[in-house]
């Protein structure tokens, strides 16, 4: 655990380099190079040789795709309360992204031309989701219903398969209930750099989307360009704002959740005026602990990742959330509070609003992606949305009089840059007759 106090003057320099030390390994970018490099050259057999080494599990050629047969069966079997709650995600999550669609639009400009967009879905999709030994069922939801809901014509899914070489049945049943019937047994690096380039068994995409590991973003990253990429979600984040008002168990509760994701560089930041409530809420987190599943692993978190920061007051408790542009940000306040909160932290990826809002709501069923920006990078970017799922065109449309009207301009420009073949392009047409 790491203390910090907004009356530090050195405070954000302090954050900014603790912030910025797990920024970059160049292992990983050398590890994932290699990696991007060798299924760009060998193709299947670079997916096969790379699952042995870094999942255990042997595969043939044949055992890359998963069968149609495999998802179907996998959403017969299912738990009647589990899919209960796997579509009831879906509807949410479906409903709250179908009023996010941008909306195709015609205008006339001032020189009397006529303007607009139009929207397209993207030709083809690829999808990480992570599996293995913790199986994302909601990141397919997360992922794959907004592709769906923006049209999207082909959906290739990649993930990692179990020791045991396996799929986890309550993953896959997600994916037939979302209507998916492409689906990879590969996950890591090799799973980004076969969607980016293909191989025999797996076409390349257009766009790569979903969360993943330090050595899944590398590879997002080492690509991009020859593939769209979303964004680059990292290890989980929340941030806990919370006053006098709070009830300690729960704000111990919400640390505990967001760092027992388990990549262990997790970070989770408590934030208060009120130091009493920070030391209860450690109390708590030392009781609480102790009923987890995976308590050894949340105490490795803890250790490094949890940052108790003592506010000085309302102004500075907003600069501190602002600078460190939270994943998830938990308002555990009083009502009055949080719309004036909510409207000056303007870096966050989601926020969640009052005492009766933890964040697990929005891991699974409220209806926005749970895909977010991390690393500080709710600053300049937002989480996953329908429109990342389409592309976008500017239309412009002009007949003779609004060339006329635009000829003085173009002219003006053409001049100023020197660019004589710009200017001609538009002259011309209106020495032309009218015919």
């Given at each position: 655990m790491k203390r910090f106090s907004c009356d530090d003057p050195e405070l954000f320099a302090k954050l900014g380099a603790e912030l910025a030390a797990a920024a970059r390994d160049l292992e990983v970018e050398h590890a994932v190079s290699e990696i991007v490099g060798s299924v760009q050259e060998q193709g299947d057999s670079a997916l096969i040789a790379l699952t042995a080494r870094f999942d255990g599990v042997t595969l043939s050629p044949s055992d890359i795709r998963l069968s149609g047969d495999e998802l179907q069966s996998?959403?017969?079997?299912?738990?009647?309360?589990?899919?209960?709650?796997?579509?009831?995600?879906?509807?949410?999550?479906?409903?709250?992204?179908?009023?996010?669609?941008?909306?195709?639009?015609?205008?006339?400009?001032?020189?009397?031309?006529?303007?607009?967009?139009?929207?397209?879905?993207?030709?083809?999709?690829?999808?990480?989701?992570?599996?293995?030994?913790?199986?994302?069922?909601?990141?397919?939801?997360?992922?794959?219903?907004?592709a769906k809901a923006a049209g999207v014509d082909e959906i290739a899914v990649t993930t990692p398969p179990q020791s045991n070489g396996t799929v986890s049945p309550a993953l896959l049943a997600a994916l037939s209930l979302c209507e998916i019937n492409e689906v990879y047994k590969v996950g890591g690096a090799q799973a980004i750099a076969a969607l980016a380039h293909g191989t025999s068994t797996i076409?390349?995409?257009?766009?790569?989307?979903?969360?993943?590991?330090?050595?899944?973003?590398?590879?997002?990253?080492?690509?991009?360009?020859?593939?769209?990429?979303?964004?680059?979600?990292?290890?989980?984040e929340v941030m806990v704002i919370a006053d006098e008002t709070a009830d300690p168990s729960c704000v111990a509760a919400?640390?505990?959740?967001?760092?027992?994701?388990?990549?262990?560089?997790?970070?989770?930041?408590l934030v208060s005026e009120n130091s009493s409530l920070i030391e209860r809420s450690l109390q708590e987190i030392e009781r609480q602990i102790e009923t987890l599943t995976h308590r050894d692993a949340i105490r490795g978190i803890l250790q490094s990742g949890l940052y108790c920061i003592q506010g000085g007051d309302e102004e500075s408790i907003v600069k501190v959330a602002n600078f460190i542009a939270p994943e998830h940000l938990e308002l555990q306040v009083v009502d009055e509070k949080i719309d004036?909160?909510?409207?000056?932290?303007?870096?966050?990826?989601?926020?969640?609003?009052?005492?009766?809002?933890?964040?697990?709501?929005?891991?699974?069923?409220?209806?926005?992606?749970?895909?977010?920006?991390?690393?500080?990078?709710?600053?300049?970017?937002?989480?996953?949305?329908?429109?990342?799922?389409?592309?976008?065109?500017?239309?412009?449309?002009?007949?003779r009089n609004a060339l006329r009207n635009a000829e003085a301009i173009i002219s003006s420009f053409s001049a100023m840059e020197n660019l004589d073949a710009h200017g001609r392009s538009l002259s011309m047409r209106l020495e032309k007759p009218e015919d």
């Open positions: 996998a959403a017969e079997t299912l738990d009647p309360e589990n899919r209960c709650a796997i579509e009831e995600s879906i509807s949410s999550v479906r409903q709250f992204h179908d009023n996010c669609r941008p909306r195709d639009w015609k205008a006339i400009n001032s020189q009397g031309g006529q303007v607009g967009e139009c929207h397209y879905p993207l030709r083809r999709v690829g999808i990480y989701v992570p599996g293995g030994k913790v199986p994302l069922v909601s990141t397919v939801i997360m992922t794959v219903t907004l076409k390349a995409v257009d766009k790569i989307f979903g969360p993943g590991n330090a050595y899944v973003n590398e590879a997002k990253r080492q690509v991009f360009g020859i593939v769209g990429i979303d964004l680059l979600p990292g290890p989980s919400a640390l505990l959740a967001q760092a027992e994701h388990g990549s262990g560089k997790e970070k989770v930041f004036r909160l909510t409207s000056l932290i303007t870096t966050a990826g989601a926020i969640f609003q009052g005492h009766l809002t933890p964040t697990v709501l929005g891991d699974f069923a409220a209806g926005p992606s749970h895909v977010l920006p991390t690393g500080r990078a709710s600053r300049f970017s937002s989480g996953l949305r329908l429109s990342d799922f389409l592309r976008r065109s500017s239309i412009v449309r002009y007949d």
